[in-house]
Each structure stands twice: as structure tokens, then as C-alpha cells.
């Protein structure tokens, strides 16, 4: 079972590490009101991040109906072609493979804008560039304008501001004859999420493996190391998914030293033991 999570670096160059892709910000609107602008899904990075309107449309109304309990919505649009938008920002610091989803609806007896894009650009004063991919065509429903798992330039990652927006790419609105988008003409916005997998580098000096065995994993309040077979003068380094140390120690004992980790929060973390002659990573997991 050890072999399923262990990962052991052959390497004497930086190596980077990747995860499973975990949820940066999201937005479901679940109270239908205004605290709603505030990604009510997030991690440490964006617990404050809002969704906001620029260039001229009405005041967001929490209240409309989403896709499952309420969505963002605003009128106001007439006109607004490259100029009127959703916007979000968001820290992908520590994180590559950005994504997006979102869902949005635009019709009724208020007819909103047909025609939107995504674009990206990284920091206040980045430039706005197209997400490849993104055309938008929306509709009175909420099963047209699907955006899933759409990739974004690599610019993006790893970022501590990228700034996204919903950019309406025309004035042509969703009603039956088409026409222009009046000031009544509607969109709303749901289920907006930008997922990220977590990467950490890690310099390594000298990786090999000399048969050390880190047990058991996962744990829950230890882990042993047996290093038996390695010359004295260990030390360990207890590192976070993203590279933080968090302990550190000696060896004292090369058949089975103890580390004590029950007070690490659940996840993933790396431990590497080190010598003057070799350097050993593994992975372990704290449930």
C-alpha cells in the first residue's frame, strides 16, 4: 500500500509535484442576497473574492432564480458591446492547470445579450487576451451557455491576481427576431467555478533510495521511519504540499525513530530524510 502513495526522486534537478484539481473560488448564490457576491466556495487564498459588473449595467440582483437556487443577474446591457462584463479576480498562487466553469441565461420576456466571450489577463495592469475557446452563445435556459473544465492560458497560473471576465461580444440580444439589446435585457450568471491542481517544487540535493520505510501511510497521529540500512548523522524535514517546512529533526534512531504529526491538518505532506551522502522524499498522507 506504501508504494501507491510513496513518490522517490531519481533526480538532481528541481522536480515539480502535481495534485488533483481542488475548487480556488465558487460562486452558487445560495442566499439570494447581496452576500452573495462573495464566493461562498473558496480556499485560503480567495475567501474575500467578488463578482462584480463593469461598464455600465445595472446593480446586481441576488434574488433572480439560478440554475438550483438563485443566480447573479443584471440588466443594462444595451450598447454594451466590448465594453460591459461579469468579472471575477483570483490568487492561483501555488496552482497550475486553471479552469473555469460557469453557466449563464439570457432570455424570457426580457431578452439579454446573445453573445459573450472569456478573457483573462494577469494583474491590474495586464492586458485583456481571449481564453481560446470561450465563444458563448446563451440562450433562455441554462443548458446552452455551458462553460466546463475550459482551460486557461498557462500565463494564469501560479499567479497572486489574475483577473477573468464574461465579456459580452455584441448587441445582438436572444430574442426569437433578432434585435438589439435593450436596457430591460437581462443575464444571469451561476455555479461559476475556477478549479486549480496544486504544484510544489522542490529543490532536491541529492535523491536516491536507500531503502528507508515510512510507516504507516496514511497515518493519523505518527509515522515511523526505519533507516536501518543508511549511515548515521540523519536528519528529517517534515514539508508541506507546497514546499513550507513544518518540522524538522535528528534520527536517533535508524530502526524505528517516531515522529509525532497529529497535530498536522488532514492531507497531503513530504518528508525528507537526509545525510551527507543522500537525500530520500516521500510522500505521506494525515487523516
Partial sequence: MGKIYSIIFLMLFTTTITFGQDTLAGWTFPTGSTADSIADISNAQNTSKAIKTLGGTSTIDFSKNGFTTFAAAATGWDGGANTKYWQIEINTSGYNAIKINSLQQSGGNKPGPRDFKIQYKVGVAGTWADVPGSTIVTANDWTTAVISDLSVPSDCYNQPSVFLRWLMASDTSTAATPALVLATGIDKIDNLFITGTLATTIVPDNFSSPGIEIYPNPCSS????NAGSVKNNMTYEVMSCTGN?????????KNQQQIFVGDLNAG????????????FLKKFIVM
Fill in 245 to 253: 517546512t513544518i518540522k524538522t529533526g535528528r534520527i536517533e534512531n
Fill in 268 to 279: 497531503y505532506y513530504f518528508i525528507r530524510i537526509s545525510n551527507d551522502q543522500t537525500t
Fill in 222 to 225: 505518527e509515522i515511523f521511519v
